[in-house]
Nanobody
């Protein structure tokens, strides 16, 4: 099974930017679609963005135009570039294989606050 480790979260002001990274272990990374999810306290986990093995991307309406998902197969890594951040983006962010999640990583916390 693919294991993932997320990093890159932190505290930023509204309008700021962050880049999240997700390093995957396990065989065949380049064959899997990958996705970023997020979960805020008291809310359901939601799909933020996904990327196929062929680099096709899809985004939730709430982040479209602000976030960009990408991957570097040579590094077994998927990224989430987040621009124009809003307080509503505050959440713990997770990456996983898509659509079937083998297991969740620890996540990385993003806090957007002035």
């Amino acid at each position: 099974q693919v294991q993932v480790v997320e990093s890159g979260g932190g505290l930023v002001q509204p309008g700021g930017s962050l880049r999240l990274s997700c390093v995957a272990s396990g065989r065949g990374f380049s064959r899997y679609a990958m996705a970023w999810y997020r979960q805020a306290p008291g809310k359901q986990r939601e799909l933020v963005a996904r990327i196929t093995s062929g680099d096709n991307t899809h985004y939730a309406d709430s982040v479209k135009g602000r976030f960009t998902i990408s991957r570097d197969n040579a590094k077994n890594t998927v990224y989430l570039q987040m621009n124009s951040l809003l307080p509503e983006d505050t959440a713990n962010y997770y990456c996983a294989t898509y659509p079937s999640v083998a297991n969740w990583g620890q996540g990385t916390q993003v806090t957007v606050s002035s």
